[in-house]
């Protein structure tokens, strides 16, 4: 059974930092390119990152280029999303997805307000 577990979200101020973090089980998760997606209220979900499952390389939506990073521990079986100068328009439900797959977990909400 694939579970998808995301935490570190939470309420932040413009400019400030918040650290995703996604824990993954049930399928071989060194074997899959890894996304962080989000879905603002009224929005479609997005890809905001990815990185691919072993090379370690990675894209970025042009909204966070600069400003976010992922990066994986495949021994742990987590991604994580490094959030840093973070905006308004950075509110969302932030989602990981092993890319390609349907499976998703429940999200965690990110804030960002003053």
């Known amino acids: 059974q694939v579970r998808l577990v995301e935490s570190g979200g939470g309420l932040a101020q413009p400019g400030g930092s918040l650290r995703l973090s996604c824990t993954a089980s049930g399928f071989t998760f060194s074997s899959y390119a890894m996304g962080w997606y989000r879905q603002a209220l009224g929005k479609e979900r997005e890809l905001v990152a990815r990185i691919a499952s072993t090379t370690g390389l990675t894209n970025y939506a042009d909204s966070v280029k600069g400003r976010f990073t992922i990066s994986r521990v495949n021994a742990r079986n987590t991604v994580y999303l490094q959030m840093d100068n973070l905006k308004p328009e950075d509110t969302a439900l932030y989602y990981c997805?092993?890319?390609?797959?349907?499976?998703w977990g429940q999200g965690t909400q990110v804030t960002v307000s003053s």
């Open positions: 997805n092993p890319m390609g797959s349907t499976y």
